[in-house]
């Protein structure tokens, strides 16, 4: 079965602070693909990034860095230097092929990550 | 362009009512899903279509909820009769094709008294 597990339910920082979501996931699937979405408090649902499971290269956009580990089944999302407009539900999401079930896609998100970052 | 378009924005309603909530997709994008979001689940995808056609709808709840997809700009998902527990905010997402990244409706909240 495949599953996504954000441990962290909220996390509260001051601006400036560097803070690092978790996002660890199950599939037994070879190919597959991990995303993280923002949900600001106006409610929509942002895309931030896409990756492949054959792509273990680090990604950097901005602030923004995305660290995968296919060893750890892990594709943690790190913000440096916070800032309150950061501050929104982040959830990750794995999307896995399922071809018994005529090639239905399933993108399963995790629970989410509060984000609370303070002045 | 315009993203996904999702109506109404807020909905209540008395238990017992039929709700119908409406979605519009992207131009051109040949998925549609309906995802519910509550407190205690999280983001559930509840059914998806591919080219007007349902794929899997393993995850809508029971017998009360229906989708259907008349054609490809059009979408509607719908509860009747709506209960308490169906309160959430829910979501059209639409894709261009297999494994790209969602684009997601503005939600709609709807409360069930």
């Known amino acids: 079965a495949q599953k996504v597990t954000q441990a962290q339910t909220e996390i509260s920082v001051v601006e400036k602070e560097d803070v690092t979501l978790d996002c660890v996931y199950e599939t037994r699937d070879t190919t597959y693909y991990l995303f993280w979405y923002k949900q600001p408090p106006s409610g929509e649902l942002v895309f931030l990034i896409r990756r492949n499971s054959f792509d273990e290269q680090n990604e950097i956009s901005g602030r923004y860095s995305w660290n995968f580990q296919k060893s750890t089944s892990s594709f943690n999302f790190t913000i440096t230097a916070s800032q309150v407009v950061d501050s929104a539900v982040y959830f990750c999401?794995?999307?896995?092929?399922?071809?018994?079930?005529?090639?239905?896609?399933?993108?399963?998100f995790g629970k989410g990550t509060k984000l609370t970052v303070n002045p | 362009d315009a993203g996904v378009i999702q109506s109404p924005r807020h909905e209540v309603t008395e238990m017992g009512q039929e709700v119908t909530l409406r979605c519009k997709p992207i131009?051109?994008?040949?998925?549609l899903f309906w995802y519910r979001q509550t407190m205690m689940r999280g983001l559930e995808l509840l059914i998806y279509?591919?080219?007007?056609?349902?794929?899997?709808d393993s995850g809508m709840p029971e017998d009360r909820f229906s989708a259907k997809m008349p054609n490809a700009s059009f979408s509607t998902l719908k509860i009747q009769p709506s209960e308490p527990r169906d309160s959430a905010v829910y979501f059209c997402?639409?894709?261009?094709?297999?494994?790209?990244?969602?684009?997601f409706g503005s939600g709609t909240q709807l409360s069930v008294l």
């Open positions: 999401a794995l999307s896995t092929f399922i071809p018994t079930q005529g090639g239905s896609e399933k993108l399963v």
């Open positions: 279509f591919n080219n007007n056609v349902p794929i899997d």
């Open positions: 131009s051109g994008h040949d998925y």
């Open positions: 997402a639409s894709r261009p094709n297999k494994r790209e990244k969602l684009f």
